[in-house]
């Protein structure tokens, strides 16, 4: 930190002296491998590749470095650009749009270095049109598309991929949900009012807008399906704690929940990657609406007590939602998990819960504040539900377990 300011601070006398010198009005025009040499600028060599540190580069551009300590997030501003930086990944933002470097930045006598090569590469990306440009979102992909690379989750972060199949007397349970007069469906957009739910590292997005926004796209996409009555339980940006949200879907006597949340990891917090389905663990109760089982006595002897049986058609529904939400992006499928959050646990009736990316990854944030991606997101959730609700076989093993990385901050 201290190198960092002495860096800085000589930067600034430089630029003074330098601003004397006639220099070419666009910095694309003479490479900068040369400004740097006439400049004085000395460049390190790493593997074969020129660095450029950024207050150097500030230097040439006439811009200026900022280093914010806490976030380890550096920011370089010249003429109307403005670059981003953050110590652990590849990732930089560049007049905000995503970029991606060939390795990390590094550190060099305490201040961050980027290769010269990819500083030309931003320098000229001006007069690069866009759809050559080296952008990395997670933008949907067609269906199946992005499916191989989005099973390559992280060892560890998956359970195995398995068959999910349905128990005895399960799809029957399902099929008679579906054949109701009317079927009650609570979208639960987690977080709201003074709890922001988890924040954006880089644009400091807040999870309970794209909560809220995601579940009212997924209202809007299932309101023509016939039979479906749809509560939210929130409709705005308002606190609804989480009793008042179980007893929501309960008073209500629903049939369905999906609880909708971004993630956010206490570690590798710029590289935490992937989508993930949770479903209970357990159930504190079940409506007696939601497992009424009209068989004979052998038939119950043979099926599953009540909460179980609840429990096995949110694991199908999750294992839906999952799929389809794997055919849409091309982030990592990190599988469907048991949990015993409150809104699994305290709901009485087939409930998920859906972590749709990590919030904190600056990619994945700023692919959270497009409506397209946000569009996809629901739809693909909306699929789900459509397929579960209208028996859809499931079309691949899908990961079932692995390690809940996150327990999400109060879900
Ligand atoms: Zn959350």
Known sequence: MKNFLRAGAASLLLISLFCLCPR?????????????RSANVTLYTFSGEKWITLPDLAFLLKGSVNHHAATGRTELKFSKHNLVLLPETNKVLYDNQVQE???????????????VNFATYLLNLAFIPADQRSETTFRPVPSGAGKTEGRESAAGDTGLPENVTLQPGIAELISKTAAKSEIVLVLDPGHGGHDSGAIGSIRGLEEKLVNLDLALRLENYLKNRPKLKIFLTRKDDTFVSLPDRTKFAND??????ISIHTNS???????????????????????????SLETDE?????????????????????????????????????????????MLKESGMTSVLVEVGFICN??????????????????????????????????????????VVEKPDNE
């Open 265 to 291: 990891a206490r570690y590798n917090r710029y590289t935490a990657d992937g989508f993930e389905t949770f479903y209970p663990r357990s159930k504190a109760a079940v409506l007696a609406s939601n497992v």
């Open 362 to 403: 600056p990619n994945i944030e700023a692919n959270l504040q497009q409506p397209e991606v946000r569009q996809a997101i629901a739809r693909a959730i909306g699929e789900g539900l459509e397929n579960y609700l209208d028996a859809k076989p499931l079309k691949s093993p899908i990961s079932v377990g692995g390690s």
């Open 101 to 115: 470097m060939k390795q990390t930045p590094r550190l060099v006598a305490g201040v961050m270095a980027i290769p």
């Open 298 to 342: 052998i038939a119950a002897l043979l099926t599953p007590p009540s909460g179980d049986r609840v429990i096995q058609q949110s694991q199908f529904l999750a294992a839906h939602i999952q799929e389809r939400l794997a055919s849409w992006l091309i982030t990592p499928d990190r599988g469907i998990k048991k949990a015993n959050f409150w």
């Open 252 to 257: 209500n006597n629903a049939d369905l929940l």
């Open 24 to 36: 070419p009005t666009r910095a694309a025009d003479i490479p900068l491998e040369q400004q740097a």
